[in-house]
Nanobody, 124 residues
Framework: QVQLVESGGGLVQAGGSLRLSCAASTVTFSSYTMGWFRQAPGKEREFVAYVRWSGGTTYYADSVKGRFTVARDNAKNTLYLQMNSLKPEDTAIYYC?????????????????WGQGTQVTVSS
């Protein structure tokens, strides 16, 4: 079983920055994709960004493109999300996820393992 632990969330004013981390353990798959999703109260969980672990191909939702950057550290088995120019509409619980054998996908249903989430609150 893969275990994912997010950290780095907090309260920040609009225009500020945060960096989220997701530490992965017990990962034995040779091919997988890791992604970030977020969910605000009363809304469905939505895609933010992903990175293919082998090769490092990334993809971003239009709402965060140019502001957020996803990266991976193979040695530390850790996923990062650098969030700049934060807006109040970015407020949500952010989750990291892993999809085994996933080549590319923005769909929640394609991911097999999820972290517990970390709260990001952006004040105006």
């Amino acid at each position: 079983q893969v275990q994912l632990v997010e950290s780095g969330g907090g309260l920040v004013q609009a225009g500020g920055s945060l960096r989220l981390s997701c530490a992965a353990s017990t990962v034995t798959f040779s091919s997988y994709t890791m992604g970030w999703f977020r969910q605000a109260p009363g809304k469905e969980r939505e895609f933010v960004a992903y990175v293919r672990w082998s090769g490092g191909t990334t993809y971003y939702a239009d709402s965060v493109k140019g502001r957020f950057t996803v990266a991976r550290d193979n040695a530390k088995n850790t996923l990062y999300l650098q969030m700049n120019s934060l807006k109040p509409e970015d407020t949500a619980i952010y989750y990291c996820a892993l999809g085994r054998g996933v080549v590319f996908s923005t769909a929640v249903s394609e991911y097999d393992y999820w972290g517990q989430g970390t709260q990001v609150t952006v004040s105006s």
